[in-house]
C-alpha cells in the first residue's frame, strides 16, 4: 500500500527549507489509497487499511497482534465511513471518531493528527575514512526517510548543513557525547525532536551506530549497534522514533471532562485576551473556559477539559502559542 509517496517525498524537502517552528498536520491520517495491489477481498482490504491508520496512530509496527487491535480488525467494515474501489486503485477513509472511541476505551496512547518536526542528524564514515554528514539534498537517504514518514505519519527531515549548520557541527560532532551542541543545532528548524546517529564502518560491511534521541522531557542514548548494512542500522533508529513520540506527546484517555485553573502571562491588551479565549475554545479537548481574575499581565481561567490538565498541555505543546513554564502556568506567545 502507498501513502501518497510523491507527496511524502515532497513534504520532506519542502520540510528541510522551513524553519518555522511547529507541529505538522496529518489531515489524512485515516485514509488509505492502495494501487497495485493483488486481489483480495474488500474485507481483507479494509482490515489491512485499519492495520495501517493503527501503526500511524500508535508508532507501532506489531499492533495489529495486540489484543485491542484484534477486536478492531476482525470488524474493520463497521469503522468504515468512505470506500472506493476501482480498478487503478482502492481507497478508504475510516471513521476517526469511532476509531479514538475504541481507543480509548481501551486506554491505548495514540498521536493526533498533530505530529511533532523531527530532525535526523546523520553521520557516515566508510572503512576507507570517508566522512559526511548526510543533508537535505543527499539522495541516498531520502527514499528511506520518506517510508518511514510514510508508515508512521512521522515529519522526520534532514539538516541543510548550509555554512550556518557548518558553523556549529562538524561531521565528528555528531555522537551522542556532543548532545549540546547538535541540540543548539537543531534550534533554526524549530524541530520538536531530534535524532542523532553516527554510523562507521569499521571493516568491510560491518557497520557499527552509536546513536541516541532526544526529545523536550528527555534524552535517550542507546546501546550501539551492528549489521552489514548502514541502510538497516538507520531503519531500526528511524522505527525507534514512532513509538518515542507517541510517548512524549501521545494521547491515553480524554474521556472525561475535568475541571481546573491556570494562569497565563503576558496578555498585553484586549485583542490579545480576546485571540487567547478563542484559541483555548477551538481546541477540541477544551469543553468551556472562563475569566476568573487578572492583575497586570496575568489572567486566571477556569477551564473544563476532555482529560483534564494533561490533555491540555498535549494539546498547546506542538504550536509553541501556549507554552508551559511550570505547574499550571503558561505564557501567551502567538
Known amino acids: 500500500m ?21 507541529a505538522l498536520n496529518i489531515p489524512d491520517l485515516f485514509e488509505v489509497t492502495a494501487v497495485n495491489i493483488e486481489p483480495k477481498s474488500k474485507e481483507a ?19 495489529g497482534h495486540t489484543k485491542q487491535a484484534q477486536s478492531l480488525l476482525l470488524n474493520a467494515e463497521r469503522f468504515v465511513q468512505k470506500y472506493r474501489l476501482a480498478d487503478s486503485a482502492w481507497w478508504v477513509q475510516f471513521d476517526e471518531a469511532k476509531i479514538i472511541d475504541q481507543l480509548e476505551s481501551t486506554n491505548v496512547t495514540y498521536l493526533s493528527t498533530n505530529r511533532p518536526l523531527a530532525l535526523a542528524w546523520i553521520a557516515i564514515e566508510d572503512h576507507q575514512g570517508h566522512r559526511r554528514v548526510v543533508d537535505a539534498s543527499n539522495g541516498e537517504f531520502l527514499s528511506l526517510i520518506a517510508n518511514q514518514n510514510e508508515a508512521f505519519a512521522m515529519s522526520v527531515t534532514l539538516p541543510l548543513m548550509d555554512l550556518e549548520d557548518v558553523g556549529q557541527v562538524s561531521v565528528t560532532d555528531i555522537h551522542p557525547n556532543f548532545a549540546p551542541r547538535i541540540s543548539a543545532a537543531s534550534t533554526r528548524y524549530g524541530a520538536d525532536v531530534w535524532l542523532a546517529a553516527k554510523v ?3 571493516l568491510p560491511s560491518q557497520w557499527t551506530m552509536e546513536w541516541m534521541i532526544q526529545t523536550p522531557t528527555r534524552t535517550r542514548v542507546f546501546k550501539p549497534m551492528k549489521s552489514d548494512s548502514s541502510e538497516a542500522l538507520l531503519l ?9 513520540i507517541v510517548e512524549d506527546y501521545g494521547i491515553t484517555n480524554t474521556r472525561s471532562l475535568k475541571q ?22 477551538d481546541l477540541d479537548v477544551v469543553n468551556h473556559v472562563k475569566l476568573d481574575s487578572f492583575e497586570g499581565n496575568t489572567l486566571t481561567l477556569s477551564l473544563e477539559a476532555l482529560g483534564g490538565e494533561a490533555a491540555l498541555a498535549q494539546s498547546v505543546r506542538l504550536d509553541h502559542q501556549l507554552i508551559a513554564r511550570g505547574d499550571r502556568q503558561f505564557i501567551w506567545s502567538p
Not at 502507498?2 to 520532506?12: C, G, V
Not at 482490504?45 to 499492533?63: A, C, H, M, W, Y
Not at 531500526?236 to 518515542?244: G, K, M, R, T
Request: proline share 3%; net charge neutral.
Open 2 to 22: 502507498q501513502y501518497k509517496m510523491a507527496k511524502a517525498i515532497t513534504a520532506l524537502l519542502l520540510m528541510a527549507f522551513s524553519f518555522t517552528a511547529g
Open 45 to 63: 482490504f479494509f482490515s489491512d487499511s485499519l492495520e495501517q491508520v493503527l501503526i500511524r496512530l500508535t508508532g507501532k509496527p506489531g499492533v
Open 200 to 202: 562507521e564502518e569499521r
Open 236 to 244: 531500526e533508529a528511524f522505527e525507534a522514533l514512532a513509538p518515542i
Open 260 to 281: 481546573f485553573t491556570v494562569q497565563v502571562e503576558e496578555v498585553k491588551s484586549l485583542a490579545q485576551y480576546s485571540h487567547l479565549m478563542k484559541y483555548l475554545r
